[in-house]
């Protein structure tokens, strides 16, 4: 299957990726009808990254490409969320420590 792959405006490393069961023949003129537009509010600008075909042996960075082709055949859609644990370059800095 092929999926449109595009990045959130608002969350750093977060993707979705589109459902395209028909590509090339198709016009993704509704791209994100399937997707609820409470998510689309938290997603923000959709910018397209790329588009790609999908199979079980895909290799796919951060996620499993049989968990996207379940998602994107039940719901047309599949969120990648930011992985867990990363530096938010906007922190805060530590004082530090204190008398040392």
């Known amino acids: 299957m092929h999926c449109d792959i ?3 405006s608002k969350k750093d490393e977060m993707y979705i990726y589109i459902a395209r069961p028909s590509f090339p023949d198709d016009e993704p003129h509704e791209t994100f009808a399937n997707v ?3 998510l689309m509010q938290a997603f923000g600008r959709a910018t397209f990254v790329m588009n790609i075909k999908l199979h079980e042996q895909r290799k796919l ?3 499993s490409a049989i968990a ?3 998602a994107l055949e039940k719901q047309g859609y599949y969120v990648q ?3 867990e644990g990363l530096i938010n370059p906007n922190a805060v ?3 530090g420590l204190r008398g040392a």
Do not use: G, N, Q
């Open 6 to 8: 595009y990045k959130s």
């Open 36 to 38: 609820p537009a409470m």
């Open 61 to 63: 960075a951060r996620v």
């Open 68 to 70: 996207v082709l379940e």
């Open 81 to 83: 969320m930011p992985p």
């Open 93 to 95: 800095e530590p004082e």
